[in-house]
């Protein structure tokens, strides 16, 4: 039932207004609305009862194994949360002047410091609201960089941004809304770039490359050198897509690679929250060429003051892209995780990643699953493909998504990348037990024997969720977008 | 090792089942002269208890000043259930509901969202959030440049009354698309645009944007403008407090036909100060332009035994799609923002929101009342205004700020940087959340420092 | 399944262990353990997973309708949590002197104040920790009071507690505890204690009686003024079980109805969570003349300081009856709650809860069901008896109960009082709307229905819940009362 | 209405059904000369934000001290996790258990409880909790009465070691039945009760209570003592630290057959200081005694289709059943706190309990070392302590409290009081909470207040 077939008019929450409100307004009748509004009027408890009792019809972290590939699913430390969420940081206006503000940026500056290390960046920003917000920040800068070389002239033929057929739909989005053309670049069989299709690809048309190492197929760009190499010598810059960070913390770092900017996904590796969608925050860090453009605000310190620098101190920065400091609170949990991790925590990161990752491969193979790339590492995810399931039983890569719920997992990513059909990308991440991917791998396993003997059964599924699978195709047609009172 | 929970057993028995020596062999594609040596500038990790204590002393060094600041952020006050619901595990740590059946919490809370945002804008139909005000209202722009078949044109006018930074990030957002963005100047004495200074002949336009009330608190002449705007072949963007929907006139019946595209900052729902972030940007249009709108979007559907449903629906708009194609780059948004804003609204309700509207602008009028009398400042603009007030103060401004922080009052935002013309001006606001014993502080705190001077 | 089947030895968290702990302890071995006691080895997230799980197999006000008579459970205001758990409070030493604590002294004073103001008594101590605790504090009083008479020597006889039949098990335990005798008076017919009955039993062993009213057969004791006569002549005090005090808030005080001494259970009528089953909180009020014997602490004010009142400073008290000053957090939420509602809220409470109360059993009758006491006014409870139903159709109270469940209703109070065969003690308190008042008809409705046409079904319920009706005879018989490893 | 979610037609048609002219009809059976004129005390209700505003500033004005004091209620790192979880609505606002099928996780999460104080305690079976420690000692000690079938007696020895409050609540929830409590003095070097100074020939007792921990920190022989206690056919009541059973030996071990019933404070197990409570009080006892045990217990059983499940189980000892012959009067216990305690040794961990008990003694060794070495105060007792410790001050107590507080330091517990023998003692303790710049903070101070002295 929705919250508004709960209402009734009339019903209001006094201890939620404000008191003696002097309501005849002195604010002219023609900026005035003549309607009320259609917010429900429902008590504290209907509220509560209703908002309690739609969480539970949720899978989330806390609740299930998340497996979701490419996402990053982990364990969202409660003391990120609750820590950030100290009166004094709630209470905080964006405005406030520096005096008001050292103890919030001391832990912005920290940040930065560490986002630096962990990338191997020379600068960093953490203004991005989110990866695609970074992307934009990035390409924005090797846009900026190119517009400023030939001493100010700009290099106008450089329209191009080349991404991997795996790359991640941000990517492209990204590159047309700061204008260049996308240009894909193939992967071979073994799921790395196909260098002489690149070499092909690249010329003076190159304002860069997008690419994501560990690749969203899960395994590892050994040539990653070479690449830059081609990139750069073609007068391209090469640019990190972070979302995959949590594989190689602490074991390789992008700057090393030859990354010219990278943004980071903190919702993913730095285990902010997704909160059903957001918010996330995508700080963008750079190489030496890239600093001058970064976007504001950024935090600096001067003789153990704290201070914020905005466009007046940086005129060649691409600006800001939000209107205060990003997502503040995003990045304040993310902080407080890398704080509780530190240096050897960062490390373990990774390794437990690709340890989970590794297992579940190995024991799906082993259990007769065919994987996209059977003769690669997994790194933190990996991907095993169901084609012959749906060839031969017909039952496809949706149908065993479904299914799983009803055994209670989350689904892996279904359907990315667009290039190995039928598709499962499995990430476990490091912070899940043995016993946890061994359930999932035995509800793979049975689910193939329902889908042997009784194909039908996995078509239907769900079954033992809030409701059966959904008319999508009804959904986009007959658009039922808001609710209106019958 | 800090949520790891693998034991050394564990480890043993999975690289055993992997067939590897060891995790450090796990990584042996990488090639070796790319491998790092380590972190060197991450702090070594600490305990939960020692991070809640720096965090602690982190917070109090900040503490709770009277906070007469707004300019794009707003102190209301939030009810406790709102956020004690919001961060419930099941909505905290749940991912984008790709698999609508494993989420039909945040998807009928989306869609009872989208119906609550589209009422108070007074439009057909709202996403499920952007990032913020600011970046809103870029998409606003670029939705506006793609939705308006009648024009061919790349400009759009942008009254300077319009937020500064909000300005600065649209320009920052839209500029490599190539879309001129052309201001308008506002009129000294009432803080507005007049309808009657806008050009006659102003050519291909694609959008006018619309601020109300404006970044002064000024409520302009939306009817004039939007109708202007229209007689123009423009399309019309309201940007707006939603706050302030409950009292005033909502976009869609502005003017002869209502605004196109409506967006704003989300923060005054429910979201706290949090210094600027994570807040939620909205967005809001006429169904015709559906296909056009950036963002996720909710629809009702049915199940496979007919039963009532929530799904993500038009992903053909979005990046995860569409591709370099897509009506804007976004995928994750601000999803728990607006997980709050829904249940803020919920609860406090139509009447509560327009309480809440109403007791912001009488607390504003009376500071300003308050403030005049002291003799030491007046108001700038001759206009009605929301719950903000730009006031022209008798000493500088730095020196009022600087006198009123240390007493732990944030006297409002000084915006002489941004608007120079007008001289010593702060913009300052006092929601419901200000006593009139607040008020006085204020006032009687601006008397004693300007007799000191 | 259990935390401990999920746990594995040498699995820690770190994050939650105090760092560098020096682990060779001085402390000799002969007081030293050998074992290691079995505490669960799992991850944070998987205790946050377990019991995150947990909860949502758990009824509550949160999440449903409970009109557990007797209980009230209405909305549990959630600022009462939020603003009770501030840091401010929650890290407050007990023994912290005063200088210290004004803050925390200030809340607790001005909720006596208020007690004092709803009961019509004379004082108020706040400490006893629950109601059962409230009424031992209460009876003991009453105990030293007697032992005070006589100048001092006592009145020896006084041996004798009178108690109504329909009274709460927590009153004559009560009373034994403090080495009393209970003896039983009847209820007649309509629900009043036999004025008759009561004549004959006090007399000289007459120490008091406990009494609520309204009674807990939802009905108002309307000869209490002749009680109160009959038990004071007699020598004997009057006790008021203030469970159901949300049924008169500020329509009539039982100072004014003369009783002596009464406690309340603020995890009713002030709505403190009943948290699964408890915290509570028990204060006691008292007439002039037990003023001197009220336990011990309380709070005074002089000249605008508080101050706490101990033992130095009250011989006569009862004395102490917790190590500190009760369930102080659960006083706090009390007391925010009180100042929402303030005095008009307060007025409100009774009125809405008698409304809603006498509307469900209006309707319930309507319906056919039979009440128990059908020529009263409901108060803010009521009594439907099903006996009926149980003889002609073999579907009992329990029955219906479990019934209840699987439409979605929180059972009301069964098999108590006892007094009534086959009873229904329904309260729904003023926070439900009509709304969840007629759903709770209708599935009364339906039942019956179910009842009629197919008794087994409604025997075997419930269906929809984490487990089927539970074995409880087995749980008896066959002790399982700790898990041990296989 | 706060609260009250009825519209003007609700209340209209209720009325209209029940056949009633207004709501004060309803109310006509109380005689009229009882009705009351009203409230008169009552401030006027408040909105949520300005009850918000003032136990805020209430909260901020008793704010955070550097706390050395323990005495019965210690400060440790609570995970935040902890109460993120036991507030949930569906732990926080659940009753009772009464309907076992709609409160399954209540009540396995109090199976699991059960578990977890079983084993700390190395007793059989443990409750679901009483009150607090305190009152936990007296339903001890009643239980005792009814469980020592040798004993005719209603004796109970009672060392001076035992927390004060903790005797006196004992004595005024027994005294009504008649309880004797004969206390026994501790040996003024040690700070412990000598097994040496027991009588030859005590007589007929019931119990011996026996402390560990003791008030004083000190370790008491415990062994020696509960031998003692059986060979005199008495009960050993133990009255332990939960926090210290991670490290010290468990009841059921003491002596050669172990204490019989063991009760303690459950606080130190994820409950915050705040003000005293709410904390829980903890029982466990042998399997035999199990039908004398107050309070609830869970048990495990199967339901309809032979699936494990949990209920209440044993009611029949309980004041619902058995009404005057109950076990105890207790109804409503202190079950949040118990969720609370739970969820925190779940996260914590065996190992945890352990470090988080060692580190507290360790902290407070070094901060008694410390101290001493200001030469201003030194160790009264010279027996090991667990976390605690009476230290003797050159200046009097009084005084170091005052000084000491104003610079918000809480230095200890002042017992002079309680034991005026001993002279200016403070009882310190230095949980895990504190650093080694935290110590020395407490000795600095007191090396600079007694300079000035
Ligand atoms: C590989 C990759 N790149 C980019 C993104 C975009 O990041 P965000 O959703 O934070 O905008 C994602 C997120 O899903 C991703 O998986
Ligand atoms: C009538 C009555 N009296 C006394 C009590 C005992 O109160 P408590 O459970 O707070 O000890 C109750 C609680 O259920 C009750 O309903």
Same mark, same amino acid.
């Given at each position: 039932?929705?919250i508004?077939?709960?209402?009734?008019?009339?019903?209001?929450?006094?201890?939620?207004?404000?008191?003696?409100v002097?309501?005849?307004?002195?604010?002219?009748?023609?900026?005035?609305?003549?309607?009320?509004?259609?917010?429900?009027?429902?008590?504290?408890?209907?509220?509560?009862?209703?908002?309690?009792?739609l969480?539970?019809?949720?899978?989330?972290?806390?609740?299930?194994?998340?497996?979701?590939?490419?996402?990053?699913?982990?364990?969202?430390?409660?003391?990120?949360?609750?820590l950030?969420?100290?009166?004094?940081?709630?209470?905080?206006h964006?405005?406030?002047?520096?005096?008001?503000?050292q103890?919030?940026?001391?832990?912005?500056?920290?940040?930065?410091?560490?986002?630096?290390?962990?990338?191997g960046?020379?600068?960093?920003?953490?203004?991005?609201?989110?990866?695609?917000?970074?992307?934009?920040?990035?390409?924005?800068?090797?846009?900026?960089?190119?517009?400023?070389?030939?001493?100010?002239?700009?290099?106008?033929?450089?329209?191009?941004?080349?991404?991997?057929?795996?790359?991640?739909?941000?990517?492209?989005?990204?590159?047309?809304?700061?204008?260049?053309?996308?240009?894909?670049?193939?992967?071979?069989?073994?799921?790395?770039?196909?260098?002489?299709a690149?070499?092909?690809?690249?010329?003076?048309?190159?304002?860069?490359?997008? #690419?994501?190492?560990?690749?969203?197929?899960?395994?590892? !760009?050994?040539?990653?050198? &070479?690449? %830059?190499?081609?990139?750069? $010598? +073609?007068?391209?810059?090469?640019?990190?897509?972070?979302?995959?960070?949590?594989?190689?913390?602490?074991?390789?770092?992008?700057?090393?690679?030859?990354?010219?900017?990278?943004?980071?996904?903190?919702?993913?590796?730095?285990?902010?929250p997704?909160?059903?969608?957001g918010?996330?925050?995508?700080?963008?860090?750079?190489?030496?060429?890239?600093?001058p453009?970064?976007?504001?605000?950024?935090?600096?310190?001067?003789?153990?003051?704290?201070?914020?620098?905005?466009?007046?101190?940086?005129?060649?920065?691409?600006?800001?892209?939000?209107?205060?400091?990003?997502?503040?609170?995003?990045?304040?949990r993310?902080?407080?995780?890398a704080?509780?991790?530190?240096?050897?925590?960062?490390?373990?990161?990774?390794?437990?990643a690709? #340890?989970?990752?590794?297992?579940?491969m190995?024991?799906? !193979?082993?259990a007769?699953? &065919?994987l %996209?790339?059977?003769?690669? $590492? +997994?790194?933190?995810?990996?991907?095993?493909?169901?084609?012959?399931?749906?060839?031969?039983?017909?039952v496809?890569?949706m149908?065993?998504?479904?299914?799983?719920?009803?055994?209670?997992?989350?689904?892996?990513?279904?359907?990315?990348?667009?290039?190995?059909?039928?598709?499962?990308?499995?990430?476990?991440?490091?912070?899940?037990?043995?016993?946890?991917?061994?359930?999932?791998i035995?509800a793979?396993?049975?689910?193939q024997?329902?889908?042997?003997?009784?194909?039908?059964?996995?078509?239907?599924?769900?079954?033992?969720?809030?409701?059966?699978?959904?008319?999508?195709?009804?959904?986009?047609?007959?658009?039922?977008?808001?609710?209106?009172?019958? | 090792?800090?949520?790891?929970?693998?034991?050394?057993?564990?480890?043993?028995?999975?690289?055993?089942?992997?067939?590897?020596?060891?995790?450090?062999?796990?990584?042996?594609?990488?090639?070796?002269?790319?491998?790092?040596?380590g972190?060197?500038?991450?702090?070594?990790?600490?305990?939960?208890?020692?991070?809640s204590?720096?965090?602690?002393?982190?917070?109090?060094?900040?503490?709770?000043?009277?906070?007469?600041?707004?300019?794009?952020a707003?102190?209301?006050?939030?009810?406790?259930?709102?956020?004690?619901?919001?961060?419930r595990?099941?909505?905290?740590?749940?991912?984008t509901?790709?698999?609508?059946?494993?989420?039909?919490?945040?998807?009928?809370?989306?869609?009872?969202?989208?119906?609550?945002?589209?009422?108070?804008?007074?439009?057909?139909?709202?996403?499920?959030?952007?990032?913020?005000?600011?970046?809103?209202?870029?998409?606003?722009?670029?939705?506006?440049?793609?939705?308006?078949?009648?024009?061919?044109?790349?400009?759009?006018?942008?009254p300077?009354?319009?937020?500064?930074?909000?300005?600065?990030?649209?320009?920052?957002?839209?500029?490599?698309?190539?879309?001129?963005?052309e201001?308008?100047?506002?009129?000294?004495?009432?803080?507005h645009?007049?309808?009657?200074?806008?050009?006659?002949?102003p050519?291909?336009?694609?959008?006018?944007?619309?601020?109300?009330?404006?970044?002064?608190?000024?409520?302009?002449?939306?009817?004039?403008?939007t109708?202007?705007?229209?007689?123009?072949?423009?399309?019309?963007?309201?940007?707006?407090?939603?706050?302030?929907?409950?009292?005033?006139?909502?976009?869609?019946?502005?003017?002869?036909?209502?605004?196109?595209?409506?967006?704003?900052?989300?923060?005054?729902?429910?979201?706290?100060?949090?210094?600027?972030?994570?807040?939620?940007?909205?967005?809001a249009?006429?169904?015709?332009?559906?296909?056009?709108?950036?963002?996720?979007?909710?629809?009702?559907?049915?199940?496979?035994?007919?039963?009532?449903?929530?799904?993500?629906?038009?992903?053909?708009?979005?990046?995860?799609?569409?591709?370099?194609k897509?009506?804007?780059n976004?995928?994750t948004?601000?999803?728990l923002?607006?997980?709050?804003?829904?249940?803020?609204?919920?609860?406090?309700?139509?009447?509560?929101?327009?309480?809440?509207?109403q007791?912001?602008?009488?607390?504003t009028?009376?500071?300003?009342?308050?403030?005049?009398?002291?003799g030491?400042?007046?108001?700038?603009?001759?206009?009605?205004?929301?719950?903000?007030?730009?006031m022209?103060?008798?000493?500088?401004?730095?020196?009022?700020?600087?006198?009123?922080?240390?007493?732990?009052?944030?006297?409002?935002?000084?915006?002489?940087?941004?608007?120079?013309?007008?001289?010593?001006?702060?913009?300052?606001?006092?929601?419901?959340?200000?006593?009139?014993?607040?008020?006085?502080?204020?006032?009687?705190?601006?008397?004693?420092?300007?007799?000191?001077?």
């Amino acid at each position: 039932m929705l919250i508004f077939e709960q209402s009734k008019s009339g019903r209001v929450n006094t201890a939620q207004q404000p008191a003696n409100v002097n309501s005849e307004t002195d604010i002219p009748s023609e900026f005035l609305r003549a309607d009320k509004p259609v917010l429900p009027e429902v008590s504290e408890m209907q509220a509560v009862r209703h908002y309690t009792k739609l969480s539970t019809k949720n899978f989330s972290i806390d609740t299930h194994f998340y497996p979701l590939g490419s996402c990053t699913m982990k364990y969202n430390p409660r003391a990120c949360n609750t820590l950030a969420m100290l009166p004094g940081f709630l209470n905080r206006h964006p405005d406030s002047p520096a005096n008001m503000s050292q103890g919030f940026l001391a832990c912005m500056y920290d940040l930065q410091e560490i986002l630096k290390d962990v990338t191997g960046m020379k600068e960093v920003s953490l203004s991005p609201m989110a990866g695609a917000q970074g992307e934009f920040a990035g390409i924005a800068m090797i846009r900026a960089y190119h517009d400023a070389s030939n001493g100010g002239k700009g290099d106008p033929e450089r329209t191009e941004i080349l991404v991997p057929d795996a790359a991640h739909g941000t990517n492209p989005a990204t590159a047309t809304m700061c204008n260049f053309k996308v240009r894909e670049i193939p992967t071979n069989s073994d799921g790395d770039v196909d260098i002489e299709a690149l070499k092909e690809a690249v010329g003076p048309h190159t304002a860069g490359i997008m #690419l994501t190492n560990p690749s969203t197929l899960g395994v590892f !760009e050994r040539r990653i050198k &070479e690449i %830059a190499d081609i990139v750069h $010598k +073609a007068g391209g810059l090469l640019y990190y897509d972070g979302a995959n960070l949590n594989a190689i913390l602490g074991k390789v770092k992008p700057g090393d690679m030859g990354f010219d900017v990278i943004h980071m996904n903190l919702h993913k590796t730095f285990s902010t929250p997704h909160g059903g969608g957001g918010p996330g925050a995508g700080p963008v860090g750079v190489s030496e060429r890239l600093i001058p453009y970064l976007p504001v605000p950024m935090v600096t310190k001067v003789d153990d003051e704290y201070h914020v620098v905005t466009e007046k101190n940086n005129a060649q920065s691409i600006g800001r892209l939000s209107a205060f400091m990003g997502n503040s609170g995003v990045l304040l949990r993310a902080y407080i995780y890398a704080r509780l991790l530190g240096c050897d925590g960062m490390h373990r990161v990774a390794e437990y990643a690709t #340890l989970n990752a590794n297992y579940m491969m190995k024991q799906l !193979e082993k259990a007769g699953f &065919e994987l %996209a790339f059977p003769n690669r $590492k +997994a790194t933190h995810e990996f991907i095993v493909t169901l084609k012959k399931q749906a060839k031969d039983l017909n039952v496809n890569a949706m149908d065993f998504a479904k299914r799983l719920l009803d055994y209670g997992f989350h689904a892996p990513t279904t359907y990315f990348p667009l290039l190995v059909p039928e598709c499962f990308l499995i990430e476990p991440t490091e912070t899940e037990a043995q016993d946890a991917l061994d359930g999932f791998i035995e509800a793979m396993i049975a689910i193939q024997k329902e889908a042997e003997t009784d194909a039908e059964k996995v078509k239907g599924a769900p079954y033992t969720l809030p409701v059966r699978r959904l008319d999508d195709v009804k959904a986009a047609k007959e658009l039922d977008l808001t609710w209106t009172a019958e | 090792m800090p949520f790891i929970p693998h034991t050394e057993e564990d480890v043993k028995s999975m690289l055993a089942a992997i067939g590897a020596e060891s995790i450090e062999s796990l990584f042996d594609e990488i090639p070796a002269e790319l491998r790092t040596e380590g972190l060197t500038k991450v702090p070594e990790g600490v305990s939960e208890m020692e991070i809640s204590r720096i965090m602690s002393e982190h917070a109090e060094r900040d503490s709770r000043a009277l906070c007469f600041a707004g300019a794009g952020a707003y102190e209301h006050h939030i009810p406790a259930a709102v956020w004690e619901i919001t961060t419930r595990g099941e909505f905290y740590s749940a991912y984008t509901p790709y698999q609508a059946e494993a989420s039909q919490g945040t998807l009928q809370l989306l869609y009872e969202y989208q119906t609550m945002m589209a009422s108070l804008t007074g439009m057909d139909i709202s996403n499920a959030s952007l990032y913020d005000g600011a970046s809103a209202l870029a998409e606003a722009v670029l939705m506006a440049i793609r939705a308006n078949r009648k024009s061919k044109s790349k400009r759009i006018l942008m009254p300077r009354t319009v937020h500064p930074q909000y300005r600065k990030v649209a320009h920052n957002i839209c500029k490599g698309q190539g879309i001129i963005f052309e201001e308008l100047d506002f009129d000294m004495e009432g803080g507005h645009i007049r309808a009657d200074s806008l050009p006659k002949d102003p050519g291909d336009i694609a959008a006018l944007v619309i601020p109300q009330p404006n970044y002064f608190g000024v409520l302009e002449d939306i009817d004039a403008l939007t109708d202007w705007a229209h007689e123009h072949k423009a399309l019309v963007i309201a940007i707006v407090n939603p706050t302030s929907l409950a009292l005033l006139k909502a976009p869609g019946s502005w003017g002869e036909i209502g605004a196109d595209i409506t967006c704003g900052e989300g923060q005054p729902l429910g979201a706290p100060l949090s210094s600027g972030g994570p807040y939620f940007g909205f967005m809001a249009c006429r169904e015709k332009y559906v296909r056009q709108m950036p963002g996720r979007i909710i629809g009702r559907t049915v199940d496979l035994d007919g039963k009532e449903g929530f799904t993500l629906t038009l992903q053909a708009r979005e990046q995860h799609i569409r591709r370099s194609k897509a009506t804007s780059n976004i995928c994750t948004n601000q999803g728990l923002l607006v997980t709050a804003a829904t249940i803020y609204m919920a609860i406090v309700g139509p009447d509560g929101l327009t309480k809440v509207a109403q007791a912001s602008h009488n607390n504003t009028e009376s500071l300003v009342k308050k403030l005049e009398s002291t003799g030491k400042t007046r108001r700038l603009f001759n206009r009605p205004v929301f719950h903000e007030s730009v006031m022209l103060f008798d000493l500088p401004t730095d020196e009022l700020m600087m006198e009123m922080t240390a007493r732990k009052i944030l006297p409002g935002v000084d915006i002489s940087d941004d608007y120079p013309e007008l001289g010593n001006v702060m913009l300052i606001c006092a929601t419901e959340t200000k006593t009139d014993a607040d008020l006085q502080t204020y006032a009687d705190l601006v008397t004693k420092l300007s007799k000191k001077s």
